[in-house]
């Protein structure tokens, strides 16, 4: 095996090819050597060898030293420099790199090679004293720190205290001399700490940084970030070895970072910051103010100091050259680190820049439009969740963000209004034109009202599929929930978090996208649906298999829906479509009736409003599929329970308020999520179907007389376990058909089929395809009932299980692959069995996450539903999954 590749002098052993061996880094500092850029020459150590360091007891392969050493000696021949040298003095930097960069790793050690002898060299070469002794000042502090663990702040204190006494200000300040006695000072430190001298050997300093950056592989914070972004640890890092240039000897030096297009806009222009005189953690530790690359930057920030084009024009020449080549080469915005020694431009690394959603798209389209890459890989580009912060107005990433509390991020996009904490306020600060953000423990079918009028919700109750959240994103409204260390007091109306209180009336702002609450109003930016946008939707909606529809109800949901894009809808929960005031309590009627009479009277109140909605929903959908779920109420959300309410109720249906509140006692379950809802309720009361089915089919007449094209309703029948069930209600829902042909002479086409949400329908699927022109899995419930864990509850323990590493994901939010995706195989296999081509679609919450529509297409669904503001990232997805 080779463990060392070595790279400079426009010639590399390695290539961009190969980051699994070379890390990232190393990767692409061999590729930039074999383009002939100027790349100060090195060589990296393998991330095999991290593999074998840690399979054979923290040692390593017998041939590695030699390696290092030859490889060591390459770099010398390059440089005409020896490790140790008394006249030329061999000096490198030492950097960790892993297949893709992470946080938590040894970051750099710089200057390696200096000591008492080499530093009086490098004054005498170089001619800087200055500069001489502040690098080994520097690589005592950066390598007591990183490699001999000794705190860096002790550091800091010295050359506090040195400065101090001197009256210096900056480190820049500090002489030749000063800088001499704070070396002393460091090597007394260090020896004081560790019982030993500081290392003065430099192949001793050289595998004592190669440890080091071994060793951070297996910190505590690296595992957490690679177990947080499923990184295995058997990918190890590599161990990049540089000769040194110099970006702080003097006017004529200087380090910087640029991007090669600007990572939050995406425009084509070369964006990026330098320092003169300084060495690359000056740039980052943000003492000194950057300066900007180009003039044009520096025009635009409005900025009186010199760019770096105005500068070093020839550096800055060279640079731009060689950024113009390193996007075409790598076909992508470049994320780069160059130091600049004494007029002489160097480049330290390259890598894919990250960059905002917005820049990722406008950096996508245009780089297609330049003829850079295909519109296929366009769109192959672009993080479909990313569209999320494109398509609500989000926080200004520049505003300052006081947070109050940190919930989980329920709906995306940001709100800010007054603190109201019931549906009422909401609704008569609406009316006042106020804005308001409704704060509740957790809400319920009575606030919907309120949700609609408000300008977001934050609860302190309830995960991802809870009421506020399924509701919040279906109306498209930000919303925070589950905010559990929210200490909501209704009664003195004040809201509590983190020893801070906040009465009603108090402005907040939360952000759906985070989870956070901010105290107070912070700017924001609102979303553009046009150009980009819309030019990359296209491209996507040309290589897409899968269908894409909405989860609406309202006429509002759906008419957003299909701006949008949806093509169709999937899923119409029609027990939303009785929250409001007049309609739910004619619902209340229905249910607390104790007689079939009393039912078909409160039904017939409520026939005509569903036949209207339905109506509308047709018109808007014009011909397009529109699936409409009968009624689905876990019952306990439409039992009344205040004394107002059961009198209001009480009063329309003409009975005693006693009498009812019996009745709702006997209607209450310990667990309504599993008890009297879905089809259950139509098994025991079929005129429900029977007038739904009613108001399906008259509206389906209606509006196919008044659009010319023929409506074809798919009803499909919630939480179906056994084919008798679906059958029972398949057996009203035809026969109303047959009863409305007769009365309006016209034959309707539809379709009938059910959801597969619970476990015993997914293994039964084979039977209920008999009857079931088409399925649509129902991954919240079906999600719920196959962990045998409650959607509304999970939020509260299923937080430890990520943390402590039991599960990745929210199974809530991006389906469980093994348990209900193996369930979800099965039903669509028997289905299809029983029933060839029966249609197939998925309309629980993870129709709109990419990695579940990745999996939709695998097992190729012939469509996705979601909430309509997901549509966008659906049709990405779809399309990513489906190239
Ligand atoms: C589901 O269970 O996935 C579903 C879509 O139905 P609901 O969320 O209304 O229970
Ligand atoms: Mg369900």
């Not at 690589?139 to 705190?151: H, K, R, S, T």
């Not at 090669?260 to 530790?285: C, I, M």
């Given at each position: 095996t080779k463990w060392v590749y070595g790279f400079g002098n426009g010639a590399a052993e390695g290539d961009a090819g190969m980051k699994n061996l070379l890390g990232g880094k190393g990767a692409n500092l061999?590729?930039?050597?074999?383009?002939?850029?100027?790349?100060?020459?090195?060589?990296?150590?393998?991330?095999?060898?991290?593999?074998?360091?840690?399979?054979?007891?923290?040692?390593?392969?017998?041939?590695?030293?030699a390696e290092v050493e030859a490889a060591l000696a390459d770099i010398g021949r390059l440089t005409g420099r020896a490790f140790g040298d008394r006249t030329h003095p061999l000096l490198v930097s030492v950097r960790s790199g892993a297949r893709v960069s992470m946080p938590g790793m040894m970051d750099t050690v710089l200057n390696l090679g200096l000591n008492d002898e080499t530093v009086k060299a490098m004054a005498t070469s170089s001619g800087d004293e200055r500069f001489a002794y502040d690098s080994y000042r520097r690589?005592?502090?950066?390598?007591?720190?990183?490699?001999?663990?000794?705190?860096h702040h002790s550091f800091e204190e010295i050359l506090q205290e040195v400065k101090d006494e001197a009256g210096h200000v900056l480190d820049t300040d500090l002489s030749a001399a000063e800088l001499a006695g704070i070396i002393e000072r460091y090597k007394d430190l260090v020896a004081a700490e560790l019982g030993r001298p500081f290392p003065q050997d430099p192949m001793e300093q050289l595998w004592g940084a190669i440890g080091a950056v071994f060793g951070s592989w297996m910190t505590h914070r690296a595992q957490t970030y690679r177990r947080l972004h499923d990184i295995p640890a058997s990918w190890g890092t590599a161990v990049n070895v540089q000769a040194m240039v110099f970006g702080n000897m003097g006017e004529t030096?200087?380090?910087?970072?640029?991007?090669?297009?600007?990572?939050?806009?995406?425009?084509?222009?070369?964006?990026?910051?330098?320092?003169?005189?300084?060495?690359?953690?000056?740039?980052?530790?943000?003492?000194?103010?950057?300066q900007d690359i180009t003039e044009k930057a520096r025009i635009e920030a409005g900025s009186d100091r010199p760019s770096m084009e105005r500068l070093m024009p020839e550096a800055h020449a060279e640079f731009v050259r060689i950024c113009d080549r390193l996007e075409?080469?790598?076909?992508?915005?470049?994320?780069?680190?160059?130091?600049?020694?004494?007029?002489?431009?160097?480049?330290l690394q390259t890598r894919s820049g990250k960059r905002t959603a917005k820049a990722a798209l406008k950096i996508a389209v245009d780089m297609a439009a330049e003829g850079l890459i295909t519109e296929k890989e366009a769109v192959l580009r672009v993080e479909p969740s990313a569209l999320d912060q494109l398509l609500h107005p989000t926080i200004d990433p520049k505003a300052e963000r006081n947070i109050f509390v940190t919930g989980l991020p329920a709906s995306p996009g940001a709100a800010c209004g007054a603190i109201v904490f019931t549906s009422e306020e909401a609704e008569q600060a609406k009316a006042a034109g106020r804005k308001v953000i409704l704060v509740r423990v957790e809400t319920s079918p009575e606030d919907i009202h309120g949700m609609h009028a408000a300008e977001g919700i934050l609860t302190s109750r309830g995960g991802m599929t809870s009421h506020a959240a399924v509701v919040a994103r279906g109306m498209g409204k930000p919303c925070v929930s589950g905010a559990g260390a929210l200490r909501i007091d209704y009664r003195s109306g004040t809201v509590s978090a983190g020893g801070k209180t906040l009465d009603k009336g108090q402005v907040i702002t939360i952000d759906g996208s985070t989870g956070q609450v901010l105290i107070g109003e912070v700017p924001m930016q609102q979303p553009s649906l046009s150009g980009d946008f819309a030019t990359l939707m296209t491209w996507a909606d040309g290589g897409r298999r899968m269908k894409v529809r909405a989860n609406a109800e309202t006429p509002a949901d759906a008419r957003v829906a299909r701006d949008f894009g949806a093509e169709g809808i999937g899923l119409c929960r029609t027990e939303h479509m009785f929250f409001d005031g007049e309609r739910i309590l004619a619902v209340r009627e229905m249910i607390l009736s104790a007689t079939e009479e009393g039912r078909r009277a409160a039904l017939a109140k409520l026939l005509p409003m569903q036949r209207n909605d339905f109506v509308q929903l047709f018109e808007i959908m014009k011909g397009l599929p529109v699936t409409i779920r009968l009624l689905?109420?876990?019952l306990h959300e439409f039992l009344p329970h205040s004394d107002a309410e059961i009198a209001e109720v009480a009063e329309a249906m003409g009975v005693a308020a006693d009498k009812l509140r019996e009745r709702a006692l006997e209607l209450s379950e310990f667990n309504p999520m599993l008890g009297h809802r879905g089809c259950r309720l139509l098994v025991s009361y079929p005129e429900i179907a029977e007038m739904q089915a009613r108001a399906i089919f008259e509206a389906a007449v209606e509006a196919g007389r008044q659009t010319g094209a023929p409506v074809v309703p798919e009803i499909m029948v919630p939480l179906v376990g056994l084919k008798a069930e679906l059958d029972l209600v398949r057996g009203r829902i035809d026969a109303m058909a047959k009863a409305v042909a007769a009365e309006t002479g016209v034959t309707i086409d539809y379709q009938v089929g059910t959801m597969v949400e619970l476990p015993r329908a997914?293994?039964?699927?084979?039977?209920?395809?008999?009857?079931?022109?088409f399925f649509s899995f129902g991954t919240n419930d079906l999600t719920q009932t196959t962990f045998g864990i409650s959607r509304d509850d999970a939020a509260s323990f299923l937080g430890t299980y990520q943390q402590?590493?039991?599960?990745?994901?929210?199974?809530?939010?991006?389906?469980?692959?093994?348990?209900?995706?193996?369930?979800?195989?099965?039903?669509?296999?028997?289905?299809?069995?029983?029933?060839p081509g029966i249609k197939l679609g998925i309309c629980g919450e993870h129709g709109g996450d990419p990695a579940s529509i990745h999996f939709c297409e695998s097992v190729g669904l012939d469509y996705v539903s979601c909430s309509p503001f997901r549509v966008p990232i659906a049709r990405l997805a779809a399309a990513q999954a489906a190239l």
């Open positions: 061999a590729e930039m050597s074999n383009l002939g850029l100027p790349v100060p020459p090195g060589f990296t150590i393998t991330t095999e060898v991290c593999t074998w360091y840690y399979d054979h007891d923290k040692s390593y392969p017998a041939e590695l030293a690589f005592i502090q950066m390598y007591g720190d990183v490699v001999l663990g000794v705190d030096s200087a380090t910087g970072v640029a991007f090669t297009r600007n990572p939050s806009t995406g425009e084509k222009a070369l964006y990026g910051e330098f320092l003169v005189n300084a060495q690359g953690e000056d740039v980052v530790a943000g003492i000194r103010t950057p075409a080469h790598y076909r992508d915005m470049q994320d780069l680190e160059f130091t600049i020694e004494r007029g002489k431009l160097w480049m689905d109420p876990p997914a293994l039964r699927a084979g039977d209920i395809a008999e009857s079931a022109e402590k590493g039991l599960i990745e994901q929210d199974p809530f939010v991006s389906i469980d692959r093994d348990g209900v995706g193996e369930l979800i195989s099965i039903a669509a296999e028997r289905g299809r069995k029983t029933r």
